[in-house]
């Protein structure tokens, strides 16, 4: 009997397999559990809800002020920086140290995909800037100058002109910060 | 009163000038990455006077999650 048992069990676990494999193949719905980062948290972390740590303490709702300022082509800018500082920062008539104001779109979901893109381009006008640059660093002013990302677009400079730096769509799939 | 000719001016490296005196050109870069349209003025000596860039980023940052296994 127990063999019988043990026999019945060892062919009915490939079968659920070979089952629940071919349900998912066909769309049809199976209640099982499965493994991610909730989406809503990825929205709610671009609203800064979730604290992990203990550095950061909220008494208000209204949104950071975000920065975005232009770096030369010799910095080093990128996955390792984690504030703003001048080093490295163009200078030039028409160009204030620290760089633009921006505010972002509210932070949205479609699918598992959570996205966030500045509301506007980043413009910098009547600006001579001699010295080659070719990044962008999104830094949160409000928040100790948190740096926030890097984006480079090519080297240039620019002379009694102006610079523009328009956003892409903001959507799952083209938005300038997407949490996947 | 007297006649007056307005002369159209263009705020360069060298003051204001007039954009008759100047040399227009523009150049496309389209890479996956960025779409720059850049815009310049020459004055007579070849001397670029006026230099303008506008980026487009077609594309953003992509933040991958990954949640760890028990």
Redesign the interface.
């Known amino acids: 009997m127990k063999k019988l048992k043990q026999s019945f069990t060892g062919l009915l676990l490939p079968l659920h397999s070979v089952a629940t494999r071919y349900l998912a193949r066909i769309g049809a719905v199976c209640y099982a559990n499965a493994q991610a980062a909730c989406t809503s948290f990825k929205t709610e972390l671009l609203n800064g809800i979730h604290a992990l740590g203990t550095t950061v303490v909220r008494g208000g709702t209204g949104a950071d002020v975000f920065k975005g300022a232009l770096f030369l082509a010799s910095g080093s800018r990128g996955a390792a920086t984690t504030v703003y500082s001048v080093t490295d920062e163009v200078s030039g008539s028409g160009y204030s140290a620290g760089g633009v104001t921006f505010t972002w779109i509210a932070p949205s979901a479609t699918g598992t995909t959570a996205f966030s893109t500045p509301s506007g381009s980043l413009a910098w006008s009547t600006v001579t800037l001699a010295t080659a640059f070719d990044a962008v660093l999104l830094y949160n002013s409000t928040q100790s100058n948190k740096a926030v990302s890097v984006h480079t677009f090519g080297s240039q400079t620019i002379t009694a002109g102006n610079f523009t730096l328009t956003m892409p769509a903001n959507d799952s799939t083209f938005a300038l910060l997407r949490l996947v | 009163m007297p006649e007056q000719t307005d002369v159209p001016l263009i705020?360069?490296?060298k003051g204001n000038m007039p954009c008759a005196s100047l040399s227009y050109h523009h150049e496309w870069?389209v890479?996956e990455?960025?779409i720059?349209f850049?815009e310049?003025y020459r004055d007579a000596a070849g001397e670029?006077?006026?230099?303008?860039?506008?980026?487009?980023?077609?594309?953003?940052?992509?933040?991958?999650?990954?949640?760890g296994?028990l």
């Open positions: 705020f360069t490296s870069t890479t990455d960025v720059k850049r310049f670029i006077v006026k230099d303008c860039a506008h980026v487009y980023l077609p594309k953003g940052l992509q933040l991958v999650s990954t949640v296994g």
